[in-house]
């Protein structure tokens, strides 16, 4: 059986590059030889905008993600809005619930907006949570303060996994909807409005080990052991989550990041078979009917993934620390954008440092002559010092001055 990244070499629409259906037979992985060839060729269908098209009045993220020449690359943070900030910190000790905080529209438009006031990012992303949407799947969970997540009933039957419902947003997170309009409404087209989802495998994770995990040993209990009740869960979580994406792109996102924060903790050819397929089937199901939408891929960790995320078709695929751009880029080809990726440690540095070390990712990905958003390997750090954020926005802001 070929790879799921070989398969992906198939020109789109090809009978070999429809989502197949869950393999029970596979062989170990291998990067294809094709695949960085394919991916230059074959960019997405937001990027098919090129730089040559006329410019439009939208935001500066958006138009650097659909191929137009931008003056500068955009600039934004990973977990911008939130635990770095005295003013976030101040409203924490009125609102301890991580859940109020983020289900009650006002605060979660109030903590969304505190770092686009501050530093006025190209892209403004939802305060929320990867796992807002489960009480709609009728799955119930919590966020305990200083404890994490917590998934009341662990997934880990097919009993369990037939009780999981079809996600109505409107009906089980209308609060997202419409602090997406307010956000919206508040940057008033001076930056770009972001929503996220987790990939379906990242939502297993939770689900299945009923919280977060050092080793996932349920879930890759299930996976080896009882592989289809894992697919089984993965199939609905896929639909449930592009579904997702449609509703917030419907309520104002403008972009949509895809957080598949534990992929990494999987061999390359076991996320062939739990990881890829699943999200490549949430971007190809979001785009055919928001294809104008740029949709972005994350995985925490995913150096040596690459050519996979890739493989998944994704308009921009963000880069975690662990790659150097320039050689991610070389591996991936320029039929994407890419994102990030300076270690977010760094911000804890001199002021000589952070710029250099900004300004050090923008060169490489401009030598690249690829479409890049700077943004940050992780997201941003408890305890870093917000006169650091503000160089390193300056610095990104001014890189054209700097070339």
């Known amino acids: 059986m070929q790879s799921f990244a070989h398969r992906q070499c198939q020109p789109r629409g090809s009978a070999g590059n429809k989502l197949r259906g869950s393999p029970t037979v596979h062989r170990a992985a291998q990067p294809s030889r094709c695949l960085a060839a394919s991916a230059a060729a074959e960019q997405p269908a937001v990027a098919t905008q090129g730089a040559s098209a006329a410019p439009s009045n939208d935001p500066l993220m958006l138009r650097a993600l659909r191929g137009e020449a931008v003056e500068r690359p955009p600039v934004w943070m990973m977990r911008q809005a939130g635990r770095y900030m005295k003013v976030y910190q101040e409203l924490v000790k009125k609102h301890p619930s991580f859940r109020e905080r983020s289900e009650r529209v006002d605060l979660s438009v109030e903590i969304t907006l505190q770092p686009w006031h501050a530093f006025k990012p190209d892209g403004v992303v939802l305060f929320s949570d990867i796992l807002t949407p489960l009480p709609g799947m009728n799955i119930s969970f919590d966020i305990g303060q200083g404890t994490g997540p917590v998934i009341y009933e662990p997934i880990r039957t097919m009993e369990q996994v037939n009780k999981v419902t079809k996600l109505d947003a409107e009906a089980a997170c209308p609060f997202v909807g419409e602090s997406l309009k307010q956000v919206r409404a508040a940057v008033d087209g001076q930056a770009a409005v972001l929503g996220f989802v987790g990939a379906p495998f990242t939502l297993a994770t939770y689900i299945v080990e009923g919280g977060s995990s050092k080793n996932f040993h349920n879930l890759k209990r299930m996976a080896f052991g009882s592989p289809e009740v894992l697919h089984a869960l993965l199939e609905k979580l896929a639909d449930n989550v592009a579904d997702y994406c449609r509703y917030q792109a419907d309520h104002g996102a403008q972009v949509v990041q895809i957080f598949d924060s534990w992929a990494s903790h999987l061999m390359p050819q076991d996320f062939e078979v739990f990881a890829a397929p699943y999200t490549k089937k949430v971007i190809d199901s979001f785009r055919s009917t928001h294809p104008h939408v740029p949709i972005i891929l994350y995985i925490s960790g995913g150096g040596g993934l690459l050519e996979r995320m890739a493989a998944c078709g994704p308009d921009c695929i963000s880069l975690d620390q662990s790659v150097d751009i320039a050689e991610g880029i070389d591996r991936i080809g320029t039929g994407f954008a890419v994102q990030g ?61 700097r070339w």
Not at 352 to 369: L, P, Q
């Open 341 to 401: 990726n300076m270690d977010p440690g760094i911000l804890f540095g001199s002021q000589a440092t952070i710029e250099a070390r900004v300004m050090d990712v923008i060169k490489k990905a401009r030598s690249k002559g690829v479409r890049h958003v700077m943004n940050l390997g992780h997201g941003v750090l408890p305890g870093t010092p917000e006169e650091s954020v503000a160089t390193y926005f300056e610095v990104a802001r001014t890189a054209h001055q």
